[in-house]
């Protein structure tokens, strides 16, 4: 079994800063893309920024200039930087890997339990 835990969820005022990570334990045998996706109450899970197992970096529109992904390859860790932060990126934010457990299994998406990132103006 693989597990995602995230922390550094919390609450902080507009022009603030947080630091999510997200470590995954358990039967891994190699991690691809990481990510993180955030969730507003009434919206649809959208996409916040992912990297690749060699580092390369996407982010939505949105975040571009404030936000900054990274991982941690030897500690199966992914990290969001969060800067600048603004009301509307209050979310549940949850981090994804692609985890493969088996050099003969296929790879498989897991989820962080999410956590609470709440900007007050």
């Known amino acids: 079994q693989v597990h995602l835990v995230e922390s550094g969820g919390g609450l902080v005022q507009a022009g603030g800063s947080l630091r999510l990570s997200c470590a995954a334990s358990?039967?891994?045998?190699?991690?691809?893309?990481m990510g993180w996706y955030r969730q507003a109450p009434g919206k649809q899970r959208e996409m916040v920024a992912t990297?690749?197992?060699?580092?390369?970096?996407n982010y939505a529109d949105s975040v571009k200039g404030r936000f900054t992904i990274s991982r941690d390859n030897a500690k199966n860790t992914v990290h969001l930087q969060m800067n600048s932060l603004k009301p509307e990126d209050t979310a549940v934010y949850y981090c994804?890997?692609?985890?493969?457990?088996?050099?003969?299994?296929?790879?498989?998406?897991?989820w962080g339990q999410g956590t609470q990132v709440t900007v007050s103006s």
């Open positions: 358990g039967s891994i045998f190699r991690i691809d893309t």
């Open positions: 994804n890997m692609g985890i493969t457990t088996g050099d003969t299994s296929p790879r498989d998406d897991y």
């Open positions: 990297i690749t197992s060699v580092g390369f970096t």
